[in-house]
Each structure stands twice: as C-alpha cells, then as structure tokens.
C-alpha cells in the first residue's frame, strides 16, 4: 500500500456536469501528478503540481484543472464532461518534480453517461 | 509512431514460467525507466525503478535497459499465479524542472497454476 488516497473511488456523472476528484498525496511528497487511464489503455499524463504551482501538463483542453493545498493535496477539476471522459483518474505523488519514483492511488473510476 | 511501444498481449504461461516483457521506445533522451504491476481496477504499484543502461535485480524480478537499442526488459522468474496482472513499462519525459511518465498500454499477464 502506498500513501496516496484517492476519493471517491467510484462516480457517475451525466454528461455536461462538472466534477471534483480528490487525491492526498503520501507524506513528504510535494509533487502530485495526475493521469487518466481509458480501458486497456496506459495512463495518459493530465498535469504535475509541484509546491502548490502547475509545473506541466499534458494534452488535455482547459476543462481539465486542478489545485494543489498546502498540505500538497489536489483536485482534478473536469467541467463539461463528455462521455471520453469516462476512464479511471490516477493519482501520482512523489518526492520531487523530476524523476523521481512516482506513486499511485488506488484511482477513481469515473463514469459518464 | 508512439514514444513507447509495448505489446498489449494477453500472455498466457503455466506456474513456473520464466516471463519476458518488454518495451521500445523511440526518445534517447528518456532516462529513468520505471516498471509498474497493475491488478484488475487497482492503481498501478511500482516494481522496478532503473537509470541508464544495465540490469536491475529485485527478487524474482529482473529489469534491463538497453539504451542504444531503445529497448527495456522485465524478467519473472518462477511465475506464480499471484503475477496475474497487466504491467506497464514508464519512462520519465524531462521538460525543464519538471516530469512526467510515459507508459506503455501494458501487457496483460496471466499464469496458470
């Protein structure tokens, strides 16, 4: 078991509603990295946060964003969601914004209908 | 062509087996390669963490980098049915202060007993 909590664990949602995803990242990591992982797919990279500032992101459109707390909790944020948004959302926490070892939440398996 | 490339399988061994992974990719500069154990609607769990060329021994677990051929490798030796799982290779994209992981779409394992 790593240290990275993911919450819900599972969420349906109706098309063109919005969506919040929460993610505590183990402690002592400062960076959070979150990705999507569509079925039988690997996950693709959404964006990092690193001390509380977007240090990357993925090619994503803007509907996507996020927040990062001082604790170095996140949000993913998905507005006007569409039915491809329906994947597994992966959360990553690690020790520093580089290449470091990354560690994965459970995930949250959202889908839309 | 995709930055990394990784036969989706399924692969199918009998108890005992000695399982070959592998993974290519075409971006010389990626340099930490990472190997991740998925189980069914689980978050991925870090296996193996590599830098440079060379081989990694964990265990049961063996990881090797060839970096001239763009090619790395998981070794599982005595296969036990507890390995069923998808893995997925990772390589870290640089970009400045900060990175991200570039999987593969994984290769489902099974072993049977």
């Known amino acids: 078991e790593t240290g990275v909590t993911q919450s819900p664990t599972h969420l349906i949602k109706t098309r063109g509603q919005q969506v919040t995803l929460r993610c505590s990242s183990q402690?002592?990591?400062?960076?959070v990295s979150w990705y999507q992982q569509a079925l039988g797919q690997g996950p693709q990279f959404i964006f990092q946060?690193?001390?509380?500032?977007?240090?990357g992101r993925g090619n994503f459109p803007p509907r996507f964003s996020g927040l990062q707390f001082p604790n170095y909790s996140s949000e993913l944020n998905v507005n006007a969601l569409e039915l491809d948004d329906s994947a597994l959302y992966l959360c990553?926490?690690?020790?520093?914004?580089?290449?470091?070892?990354?560690?994965f939440g459970q995930g949250t398996r959202l889908t839309v209908v | 062509q995709k930055e990394v490339e990784q036969d989706p399988g399924p692969l199918s061994v009998p108890e005992g087996a000695i399982v070959s992974l592998n993974c290519t990719y075409s971006?010389?500069?990626?340099?930490?390669f990472m190997w991740y154990r998925q189980y069914s609607r689980k978050g991925p769990e870090l296996l193996m963490y590599?830098?440079?060329?060379g081989n990694k021994e964990d265990g049961r677990f063996t990881a090797q980098v060839d970096k001239s051929s763009k090619y790395i490798s998981l070794f599982i030796r005595d296969s036990q049915p507890s390995d069923s799982a998808t893995y997925l290779c990772?390589?870290?994209?640089?970009?400045?202060?900060?990175?991200?992981?570039?999987f593969g779409k994984g290769t489902k394992l099974s072993v049977k007993p």
């Open positions: 990553a926490s690690s020790l520093a914004a580089g290449g470091d070892q990354a560690f």
């Open positions: 946060y690193y001390r509380e500032e977007e240090n």
């Open positions: 590599t830098y440079s060329s």
């Open positions: 971006n010389s500069a990626f340099q930490y």
């Open positions: 402690s002592g990591h400062n960076t």
């Open positions: 990772a390589m870290v994209n640089y970009g400045g202060s900060q990175g991200n992981l570039i």
